[in-house]
């Protein structure tokens, strides 16, 4: 099963901490935002840089009137916001949901990115080139998110490339290096948990999960798998993988 997930409360919180709390419900995940003068915010249209009192007038006189786009930057955390007008939808239901638009595409580089992972190493998009790397994206470790059958299905399809050459397999989640090393301690999981990772779902527009990215030895995206489709999975890295 597939889960859309949550995105943000579209009332924006000014706050001095920039800290971006994230909620795992049993529904999806929600996050917000803080904002504050520190804040980079650019006008999406223009690409012009807008102050934080041109925000906050904006913001008053309309207060549902306008969304927040994040930019990322290669660690997966909010460097900036394009501002854009809201939509007639996103003004009745006050909530914003993801887009696949911006999505790495299929053939193209994937992004830079740069994941620590549960195993203490660092992950580096250029520095994997030459390697098969498969990010998967999910909401939790917990049910109804995540359960044997599912762990199975996922290892039996690396299983027959596990050497030292083989592909790299990462998870990315929102949950803390606490909350999954208490996971690891009972369990194995056919990947490598990069905790604290949620950034990385708006990264690539990720809008549904689990989900799947392979990219292929080059750095390009070899496929994108918006859920378990595990068959296809199989096909995409028998194919590379040769």
Same mark, same amino acid.
């Given at each position: ?6 995105? &943000?409360?579209? /009332? ?9 709390? /994230?909620? /795992? ?9 803080? &904002? ?5 915010? *650019? ?25 927040? $786009? ?18 007639? $939808? +996103?003004? +009745? !239901?006050?909530?914003?949901?993801? !887009? ?12 830079? *990115? ?11 998009? !250029? ?29 039996? &399809? ?6 030292? !050459? ?8 929102? $949950? ?5 090393? +208490? ?7 056919? *990947? ?7 950034? *990385? ?30 068959? $296809? ?10």
């Amino acid at each position: 099963m597939r889960y859309p997930f949550l995105f &943000i409360l579209s /009332i924006c919180i000014y706050h001095a901490s920039l800290a971006q709390p /994230i909620t /795992i419900e049993q529904t999806g995940i929600r996050q917000e935002m803080r &904002i504050n003068e520190n804040t980079v915010i *650019f006008d999406k249209a223009t690409g012009k840089r807008i102050s934080d009192q041109q925000y906050r007038r904006l913001t008053k006189d309309d207060p549902f009137g306008y969304h927040l $786009e994040r930019v990322y930057d290669e660690y997966g955390q909010t460097s900036a916001y394009k501002i854009r007008p809201a939509t007639p $939808e +996103e003004r +009745e !239901t006050h909530s914003f949901r993801p !887009t696949a638009e911006g999505r790495p595409k299929v053939g193209e580089t994937i992004p830079l *990115f740069v994941m620590k992972g549960l195993d203490g190493k660092v992950y580096r998009s !250029t520095d994997l080139q030459g390697r098969v790397v498969v990010l998967s994206f999910w909401i939790s470790l917990k049910k109804p998110f995540w359960g044997v059958n599912q762990a199975k299905s996922y290892a039996d &399809i690396l299983k027959p490339y596990q050497s030292d !050459t083989g592909p790299v397999s990462l998870g990315i989640f929102a $949950e803390s290096k606490e909350s999954l090393d +208490e996971f690891m301690a009972r369990e194995s999981l056919p *990947f490598i948990p990069i905790p604290d990772s949620y950034g *990385f779902n708006g990264k690539f527009h990720v809008t549904n999960m689990p989900a799947f990215i392979v990219i292929d030895r080059t750095g390009k995206v070899a496929a994108y798998m918006d859920g378990p489709d595990y068959e $296809e999975l199989k096909n995409v890295l028998q194919k590379i993988s040769k």
